[in-house]
């Protein structure tokens, strides 16, 4: 038998081992439930974000005594925010936490822990994939299995179906994770009732200062049909139905209310919520084109429970979508930095809703006059002549003129795109978070977000190169209105820069980082998902991308949507009127949005615009190319063969040279686009057109322009 001092010798061992931390997983969920960015991180840990990214993937662990003091925040976050369906104190048998954002929703389920009990719900087992409906349906709901496999116990108990489902028109709505739930409602409004009621729908909020996100239900046509819904949408203008239509007349009787945009192809329905309950519902009707082409492209051919598949992982890696993809881009946007929290008077120790400190609030801030567009009121009533930002993506093509012999000889145009450009340049991005400053005169600061008046047409770059201060790539001719991006690029060329005016903001923040790291997350694993990984070397990379989108069409259908959120969700930053009646001058519902934020637009444009221009330039010196044209986030270069790869500049070991462009699989790196050959491409460029615009296809028609 042991003896007391080899027992203590023993224990005193463990204790002087070094501290154990959650899981890399775990990390990341609690430093997301404290509202906290992975820049704010590293501040407070005193390293860099890299390493904080490093630390939530696993990749690499802190050592001492940054280990210690990682460890003692985390578990102070892992008392005040316990993971979803776990007291803090003595645990209950619920479903094992998992993480908000799985790494990979394709592969093979991680391991339950022996110990977690699953959600009570009724039992599923595995079926065929269009089960065979009973002779007659029971009076309640029950659950059945889609296909392929079980359903596993969900990670949200106060959501054990998940954040959706498709229902057809047998009364099948098809759920994430193979489920499928018996929906006896033959009306809308029963519908809406049985959601919230029954379905045990719906998905966590994305920052615990936000609100869980509603249950959402798409419908198939049969589905549509079914509920006394037209096939059509006749008014294909205001994208709605008419107020004396039946189903309309059906929800007001029943005491739900619309939303302003109506019952259309998104149709929210909703009653007043009842302290923290919410009571809406989010219907999306496919056979009125609620999922678009362009960014769900595929996906209403699918069956019903591949369109829940295909939502379904979408929801988990980006959120419920609640509109078109720039919708649910601009809404994702406000669900990680929610404009309030509540905030506890310290004198009478009452809550109410104040202000959450790096959000753009709950008021809509005007715009400087420069950052309006020409129709908005502040510009018609006030007379502003002063003129407009102008900080779009690229549209150049290189003067014919300017083409040598050596280009022309070249057998290929070769284009390259830069992933999600974009979202690389909403990382880390310091915006304005409240109203503009105006100021003459003032001395040119790059830390500063705002909109300068200044004259840079003395800027000297190569004719062969885009200008980066303008979208046409042509040089400037006097001062204009450029974001701050654009001027301290000026000096970074070496060129003095005098502002003679500036509209500036003295709240800043780095508002976008949160909605840049978790559609960052999204694309990458979804790449991933298809077999594009970060681990590739450039010829592994290239062959894995001619065929990722054969993988899995409906996975190669959610990196679509993915691409097509960033894209829209920055558009709808500064989204302008629209409708016949419009006239200038008068205010549109857009301008009521805190999110109508056209220099918030203007910054991630202009670094991106600067970007490509960097890697131009600096590909240029390594490699002595120049481009022959680019548009937005696509280049279009002469090469002496059909691959990337023998004009991208590498080092003497063979390693991408930082700086210029470099083949990967994380957004701001640049994958192969097409290519034709140079002939093609110097014909286009006589006759106006821009090769870049259908270097993918070979598609140009010269009679039918662009």
């Known amino acids: 038998m ?85 007291p803090a104190t003595t645990p209950a048998p619920v479903a094992a936490p998992q993480p908000e954002e799985p790494a990979t929703l394709t592969g093979s389920p991680a391991p339950e822990p022996e110990s977690a009990a699953p959600v009570e719900t009724p039992a599923v087992k595995a079926a065929p994939q269009r089960p065979a409906r ?55 409004p029963e519908l809406v009732e049985w959601t919230l009621r029954e379905s045990g729908l719906g998905a966590s909020r994305l ?12 419908l198939t046509a049969a589905a549509a049909v079914k509920l006394g819904l037209p096939e059509r949408l006749e008014d294909r203008r205001g994208l709605r139905l008419a107020e004396d239509h039946p189903v309309v007349k059906q929800v ?21 919520a009842q302290g923290n309950q919410r009571q809406c519902v989010q219907l999306a009707i496919l056979p009125w084109d609620a999922l ?5 492209p595929g996906v209403t051919d699918l069956e019903p429970a591949d369109i829940a598949r295909v939502l379904g ?3 988990q890696r980006v959120l419920t979508p609640r509109g078109s993809t720039a919708v649910s881009g601009l809404e994702l946007m406000t669900a990680l930095r929610p404009p309030t929290r509540a905030v506890q008077d310290r004198t009478t120790g009452q809550w109410s809703s104040g202000h959450n400190p790096g959000s753009l609030g709950t008021e809509p801030i005007d715009p400087a006059p420069p950052e309006c567009v020409p129709e908005h009121p502040l510009v018609v009533h006030r007379g502003w002549k002063g003129g407009f930002l102008d900080e779009e993506a690229y549209q150049w093509v290189r003067d014919v003129n300017l083409l040598t012999g050596d280009e022309v000889s070249l057998p290929w145009a070769l284009g390259l795109d830069l992933n999600t450009a974009f979202l690389a340049s909403a990382s880390r991005l310091v915006v304005g978070l409240s109203a503009p ?10 830390k500063i977000p705002g909109s300068w008046l200044v004259d840079l047409s003395h800027v000297e770059l190569d004719a062969r190169l885009p200008s980066p201060f303008t979208p046409s790539g042509t040089r400037p001719t006097g001062p204009a209105w450029y974001q701050t991006h654009t001027v301290a690029y000026a000096q970074e060329l070496g060129y003095n820069v005098q502002p003679l005016e500036a509209y500036l903001r003295r709240e800043t923040g780095a508002y976008l980082d949160p909605w840049h790291d978790r559609l960052r997350t999204a694309y990458v694993d979804t790449m991933a998902d298809l077999g594009v990984t970060r681990d590739l070397d450039d010829r592994a990379f290239l062959a894995a991308m001619e065929r990722h989108k054969d993988a899995d069409p409906a996975l190669a259908a959610v990196l679509a949507a993915i691409k097509a959120t960033v894209k829209g969700g920055v558009g709808k930053l500064r989204e302008r009127p629209q409708g016949k009646d419009y006239q200038e001058g008068d205010a549109w519902p857009a301008m009521e949005r805190p999110t109508w934020r056209p220099d ?13 221009h960097r890697k131009l330039l600096n590909t240029a010196r390594m490699t002595g190319l120049y481009p022959l044209a680019v548009l937005s986030d696509c280049v279009v270069y002469p090469s002496p063969s059909r691959s990337p790869i023998d004009i991208l500049p590498y080092s003497t070991s063979g390693k991408p040279i930082p700086g210029t462009f470099r083949l990967g699989p994380t957004p701001g790196l640049a994958k192969f686009e097409g290519v034709q050959e140079m002939a093609w491409a110097v014909d286009l460029m006589e006759a106006g057109y821009n090769p870049a615009r259908h270097i993918k296809g070979g598609d140009a028609v010269l009679e039918d322009g662009e």
């Open 2 to 86: 042991a003896t007391e001092e080899e027992l203590f010798a023993s224990v005193d061992a463990l204790l002087e081992e070094e501290p154990q931390l959650p899981p890399p997983v775990e990390r990341a969920r609690l430093r997301e439930a404290a509202g906290i960015t992975q820049a704010r991180l590293a501040l407070a840990l005193k390293t860099s974000t890299q390493t904080v990214k490093n630390y939530e993937n696993g990749r690499s662990e802190p050592k001492s005594p940054r280990l210690e003091a990682y460890q003692r925040l985390l578990n102070g976050w892992a008392a005040k925010y316990p993971a979803h369906g776990t």
């Open 134 to 188: 009973p002779a007659e349906r029971p009076a309640t709901s029950s659950r059945r299995p889609a296909a392929k496999k079980a359903a596993k116990p969900a990670a949200d108990s106060g959501f054990p179906h998940g954040p959706l489902a498709v229902l057809d028109g047998d009364g099948s709505a098809y759920g994430v994770d193979g489920i499928v739930l018996d929906c006896p409602a033959s009306t809308v």
């Open 207 to 218: 920052h615990r200062n936000g609100r869980d996100a509603d249950p959402l239900i798409v």
């Open 252 to 272: 007001t009787r029943a005491k739900w209310k619309l939303t302003k945009r109506g019952f259309g192809p998104w149709a929210r329905v909703y009653r007043p």
């Open 292 to 296: 678009d082409e362009r960014s769900w």
């Open 313 to 315: 992982v979408y929801a």
């Open 437 to 446: 400053d105006h100021f003459r005169a003032p001395v040119f600061n790059p």
């Open 600 to 612: 918030i637009r203007a910054a991630v444009i202009s670094k991106a615009r600067v970007n490509m």
